[in-house]
């Protein structure tokens, strides 16, 4: 079963080359088939499944109402009804798929626009904290070697943990920074 980002990330592409099969005078169950060929992940694996079942004696109707019940994202579902409905009333699919490739290409660089915007700072964060925090853990843990004298004064008695800690900080910033990557990836709208 496929997932709404799976069914999403292929949508805007088919949508469009089902747009220019019509609009270059083929059939719709034509236009399936080459949909169904391949390059469009879920939605080639469901129109194969649909042309199978049509070979089998289903009706085109009965085929986009199962894929539209199937379907995880609003947009594919919406999709299969206007191919649906133009099956059983004859509505200009055309324009209707004109319509709805506009409106998918809008979410989609919203969502872009939102990803981006959620990241604008990380490059800038993990470059400061990958920077720094070595030289600074380099400082505190060197301290004790470049002024022994000062060890005696208050407060600096920590220091010499300090030291100690030194790698296992770098590993914290290491964790950290794969930390803070894995969760910029794992954001990723999905959208390209």
Known sequence: ???????????????RAVMVLLGSGIGLEAAMQMIARGGYGVISKDFSDAIANLQR???LEQEFSRLSTRAKSKA???????LRTNVTSDTDLLR????????????RNDKLAAYIEKLSGMPTLLLTFGMLSPILFGIAAMLPVIAPGAMGLPGMGMLTSAAALFGPALFLTLVLMIFVGYKAHSSDPGVI
């Open 76 to 82: 594919y579902s919406r999709f299969l009804n206007t």
């Open 57 to 59: 004696g289903s009706k």
């Open 1 to 15: 079963m496929a997932t709404n980002q799976q069914e999403s990330a292929d949508l805007l592409y088919a949508m």
């Open 96 to 107: 209707a798929l004109e319509q709805q490739s506009e409106r998918e290409e809008e979410e």
